[in-house]
């Protein structure tokens, strides 16, 4: 893997975990690779956030492990020195998109307008995450994009499920999508490790 368009093609479904026991990153990596699940993107939003990225990088290298989340400069060198595969940014600010540049890792920004996607695409980046999905417009959006800006792919996050993801993934723009629904809350707190394998067999399935 050696660009984001890269990223969009591990899995139907990147799942967006939020880990606030370190102890549990290495468990939730291990049961959604045993579901199917090739990618994980590990939000910075936790003090132990970059604590679970170094040891799901350590012990568990068959997954690829990114983090979300980047809004400032520094999150992007953080994570590289943690052991993070790929970065991925809510939305671009050009101090946010020069770090991540300069870490030299894929990196999926956030893009939610034509506008932003255009100026990325400016700077050479055509994998983008599409960001907040559904409050953004959704599949009718992305669909309306395709034709005037065919040469991006993006993988949209924000309010999709297992129910709606299906026909985000009929479009021949989307190559992947960011799911928080893998790793619910309440699956964490009980560490339902099982469960969680159990939704990632589901969202695996989603492109056969």
């Known amino acids: 893997m050696s660009t984001g368009a890269d990223l969009l ?13 370190v ?17 994980i993107e590990l939000t910075l939003r936790t003090p ?13 290298p068959d997954i690829v ?15 590289l020195d943690a052991g993070a595969s790929f970065l991925v940014t809510p939305g671009v600010t050009d101090q946010v998109l020069d ?30 995450k599409f960001f907040p999905a559904e ?4 599949v009718d959006y992305l669909k309306s994009i395709g034709g ?15 129910k709606t993801a299906p026909a985000y993934l009929a479009l021949p723009n989307v190559g992947c999508i960011g799911g928080s629904w893998l790793t619910p ?5 009980a560490k339902d490790f099982s469960r969680i394998e159990a939704f990632a067999r589901e969202a695996s399935a989603l492109r056969g």
């Open 9 to 21: 093609d591990l899995s139907p479904v990147m799942p967006v975990v939020v880990v606030s026991d």
């Open 23 to 39: 102890d549990d990153a290495v468990p939730v990596a291990r049961a959604l690779l045993a579901g199917g699940i090739r990618v």
């Open 148 to 162: 005037p800006l065919p040469g991006l792919r993006f993988c949209p996050t924000g309010g999709i499920t297992l």
């Open 135 to 138: 409050a953004s417009g959704g």
């Open 185 to 189: 809350k309440d699956a964490l707190a």
């Open 99 to 128: 770090a991540c540049f300069d870490t030299g890792l894929p990196f999926l920004p956030g893009a939610s307008t034509a506008s932003e996607a255009m100026r990325l695409a400016e700077r050479g980046v055509t994998a983008l």
């Open 65 to 79: 492990i990114g983090a979300g989340t980047v809004t400032a400069p520094d999150h992007a060198k953080q994570a």
């Open 48 to 60: 132990v956030a970059l604590a679970a990225i170094e040891r799901v990088a350590n012990e568990v």
